[in-house]
């Protein structure tokens, strides 16, 4: 698989101003905003305005208008805007992102050198990541491709306790730019970025994704009353990808870390949000068997979704 290293600046500055609203409580930290007034100045009654027609632009958009923000160059960006969400509010999100200029360029000035870390180390490891592509390519029961592209695209994150990875069809998110230490550039190669690529891999595989989307419906029942909103085939897909990696076996494997362990403090911890809760517990119970498929070689199969299935019943 090959990479292609991304750094926009609007997609950043998107960021910014979107968790400074906190529009939407699944995507959006609460931590970041409070971080990022901190290092900026505090809000003024003109930008708390500004925030708000921006949450409701956000909500009232079709579809997330924020990876137009990330995909696509500048001049596309408003061009496709202002098909979505129609001219007015396209000019609306312009003069807002211009009034958070000079603050989103506090922060871009101090984290954008930042970004030269991250690539450079993913473009060492690239024969690493591809050797552990081979696993995620065995259970996901998909031929190698080696021809196949993958765009990363590289923006801020908050403090050194976070970052935080996205996937969309063949783009990934790394939201990375203080994670500059060895053990967390590691973490974030080679289980977050392997996360997301799971998630590119395994949608090959159109009889697995059928599988996975029947018994999504039959846990939404289950889910926690946070999560009835959420999409139920995507939380299934992210605990069955979990229970590998980053939380689960393959974590210590790909990157020498006791992944038992560390999703069993997780999950004691008070301050985790449900979804954060179910990907750990998907990763301990599952831990056993998740090992077994990988070290005999096995494809994700019935046995193991049904395994999975029964796990979000008796913990939901
Ligand atoms: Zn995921």
């Known amino acids: ?15 910014f101003v979107s968790e400074l609203s906190q529009w939407n409580e699944l995507i959006c930290h609460p931590q970041r905003k409070k971080e990022w007034i901190k290092k900026t100045g505090r809000l003024s009654t003109k930008e708390k305005v500004a925030l708000e027609n921006f949450s409701k632009i956000l909500k009232e958009a079709k579809n997330n208008i924020g990876w137009i923000f990330i995909c696509e160059t500048e001049k596309n960006t408003w061009l496709k805007l202002k098909k979505q969400t129609g001219v007015e509010q396209t000019e609306e999100l312009r003069n807002i992102f211009k009034l958070f200029e000079n603050k989103f360029n506090i922060l871009w000035r101090k984290e954008s050198h ?32 080696k021809n196949s592209r993958i765009t990363i695209f590289l923006e801020m994150n908050g403090s050194e ?15 990375c730019s203080n994670w500059q230490k060895n053990a967390q550039l590691s973490y974030l190669v080679n289980c977050i970025l392997l996360h997301e690529l799971f998630h590119f891999i395994i949608k090959k595989n159109k009889k697995l994704l059928t599988l996975i989307n029947k018994k999504a419906k039959k846990i939404k029942k289950y889910l926690p009353a946070d999560l009835q909103n959420w999409d139920e ?7 069955l990808l979990s229970s590998f990696v980053p939380e689960g076996f393959l974590s ?7 992944s038992r362990a560390v999703a069993e403090k997780e ?7 449900n979804f954060t809760k179910l990907r750990n517990m998907s990763a301990v119970e599952m831990y056993n068997i998740a090992k077994e498929y990988v070290d005999k070689k096995k494809r994700i199969d019935k046995n193991y979704i049904e395994k999975i299935t029964d796990q979000i019943k008796k913990t939901g």
Request: hydrophobic share 35%; charged share 30%; aromatic share 10%.
């Open 161 to 175: 306790n976070e970052a935080q990875g996205w996937s969309y069809e063949d783009k990934i998110i790394l939201e």
């Open 114 to 145: 930042n970004f030269d870390t991250i690539s450079k180390y993913i473009k060492k490891n690239k024969n690493k990541i591809n050797k552990n592509l081979e696993v995620l390519y065995q259970l996901s029961g998909v031929k190698i491709n």
């Open 1 to 15: 698989m090959r990479f292609n290293i991304k750094i926009n600046k609007l997609a950043n500055h998107y960021l």
């Open 252 to 258: 210590e494997k790909f990157c020498n870390i006791n």
């Open 233 to 239: 085939k995507i939380i299934f897909e992210d605990l």
């Open 267 to 273: 999950l004691s911890k008070k301050k985790n949000d």
